[in-house]
């Protein structure tokens, strides 16, 4: 079955600055990949997709993430991080078959002004 | 969010009692799912359905039954609850006419169960 890990709990940032957080998954087959946030006492939302095409996708709010076959990755990305940016982000992936998606334990992104 | 509703928003229930936690959809979707959030863990699905005749087990289906009363509505029950099953429970749709599956999410349910 399909999974995702997402190695860090918690990632901090000063505002106006660069932003990463990680997301490692593993998949039989080409993986759809995805991004939710979740914002406190709201329910997911989605962020962007990679299903195929560019490497680099572009989403909602100023986000990005780069699909990496090679080392099985798809980071979420903000060239400059907003307070408003503090939530909580799953990363998810579902095989090609579609019957169920993984999400992985979330990170807790908190930017500091 | 508002497409996607569930009652009720918040639950305190007793051991053993039995609960339903209800779940309306009015994005047109076939594909509903029921999921559980508890911290450190993301989120773990429960169980998910195709269409009204279509329910598969997820990943942590014991202790949980569903029905799939219509297209649009999706229901989770707790036969007799048990305090591990404190957590916020998602219910998510989606569509399998597009290409690409990401789910849609209602606002959440949390239960509690003492």
């Known amino acids: 079955a399909q999974s995702v890990a997402q190695p860090e709990d918690q990632v901090n940032v000063a505002e106006g600055n660069p932003l990463t957080v990680k997301c490692t998954y593993s998949?039989?087959?080409?993986?759809?990949l995805f991004w939710y946030v979740q914002y406190p006492n709201r329910g997911l939302q989605f962020l962007l997709k990679?299903?195929?095409?560019?490497?680099l996708v572009k989403g909602s709010y100023g986000f990005e993430a780069e699909f990496n076959k090679s080392q099985t990755s798809f980071h979420l990305k903000k060239p400059s991080a907003l307070v408003s940016d503090s939530a909580l982000y799953f990363c998810a992936v579902r095989d090609m078959e579609g019957n169920d998606m993984r999400f992985g334990a979330g990170t807790r992104l908190t930017v500091k002004p | 969010d508002a497409d996607v509703t569930q009652t009720p928003r918040n639950r305190i229930t007793k051991t053993g009692k039995r609960i339903m936690l209800e779940c309306s959809q009015t994005k047109g979707h076939d594909r509903m799912y029921w999921y559980r959030q508890d911290p450190g863990l993301g989120l773990r699905l429960i169980y998910y359905s195709f269409d009204v005749k279509d329910i598969n087990k997820g990943e942590i289906s014991d202790g949980y039954s569903v029905s799939r009363q219509a297209q649009a509505k999706f229901s989770l029950s707790l036969e007799s609850a048990i305090p591990n099953q404190t957590a916020l429970y998602f219910c998510a749709t989606s569509d399998p006419g597009g290409s690409s599956y990401e789910q849609y999410f209602g606002p959440g349910t949390r239960l509690t169960v003492t």
């Open positions: 990679y299903i195929t095409g560019d490497n």
């Open positions: 998949v039989s087959g080409n993986p759809y």
